[in-house]
T-cell receptor, first 111, second 112 residues
Framework: GENVEQHPSTLSVQEGDSAVIKCTYS??????FPWYKQELGKRPQLIID?????GEKKDQRIAVTLNKTAKHFSLHITETQPEDSAVYFCAHNNAGNMLTFGGGTRLMVKP | DAMVIQNPRYQVTQFGKPVTLSCSQTLNHNVMYWYQQKSSQAPKLLFH???????NEADTPDNFQSRRPNTSFCFLDIRSPGLGDAAMYLC???????????FGAGTRLSVL
């Protein structure tokens, strides 16, 4: 199958706390895992991606971890700020090498 | 400095009246995608062009067609819009398949 499950669907954190979003996929052949951020009324934008030859990747306050054995990957945002509030989508490449998106997580960072 | 440009940003059409949405890119990417996104949902891939090769998703209705006259432009034609076709339509491009996709700002389609 090519589904990807994303949890939680909504996440509310206090400014400065960490946020973690997890995605689980079923296609063992998937090897590209991007995360997109979509602010209200705006386009999705890539914030970080990881390929299956690495287990973790960091970019400032954002990190992604990948567990290929368990078929899950997670987005970690540390020291959250109000501008991190958005909908986050995970994705992975499917059998046709197109992206299958998770259902999205609405992150709210309370000041 | 917009790299993927969609026009118009908002489109209102009548039930059954054909409508065309356009997308252009300055990135010279060989892959172009059209997604449909309904409120609070993930983008759903309708079809994509890999170079000149058109690839339709299995569950994309026949009502949706696409044209790519050259590398820079891609069009989405909705032949007979229904109320259920009201959505945000996103165009995206990438260099090859498993690479960063750059999205346009989208066209929000309303069907009256």
């Amino acid at each position: 199958g090519e589904n990807v499950e994303q949890h939680p669907s909504t996440l509310s954190v206090q400014e400065g706390d960490s946020a973690v979003i997890k995605c689980t996929y079923s296609d063992s052949a998937s090897n590209y895992f991007p995360w997109y951020k979509q602010e209200l009324g705006k386009r999705p934008q890539l914030i970080i991606d990881i390929r299956s030859n690495v287990g973790e990747k960091k970019d400032q306050r954002i990190a992604v971890t990948l567990n290929k054995t368990a078929k899950h990957f997670s987005l970690h945002i540390t020291e959250t700020q109000p501008e991190d509030s958005a909908v986050y989508f995970c994705a992975h490449n499917n059998a046709g090498n197109m992206l299958t998106f998770g259902g999205g997580t609405r992150l709210m960072v309370k000041p | 400095d917009a790299m993927v440009i969609q026009n118009p940003r908002y489109q209102v059409t009548q039930f059954g009246k054909p409508v065309t949405l356009s997308c252009s890119q300055t990135l010279n990417h060989n892959v172009m995608y059209w997604y449909q996104q309904k409120s609070s949902q993930a983008p759903k891939l309708l079809f994509h062009y890999y170079d000149k090769d058109f690839n339709n998703e299995a569950d994309t209705p026949d009502n949706f067609q696409s044209r790519r006259p050259n590398t820079s432009f891609c069009f989405l034609d909705i032949r007979s819009p229904g109320l259920g076709d009201a959505a945000m339509y996103l165009c995206a491009t990438s260099r090859g398949a498993k690479n960063i996709q750059y999205f346009g700002a989208g066209t929000r389609l309303s069907v009256l």
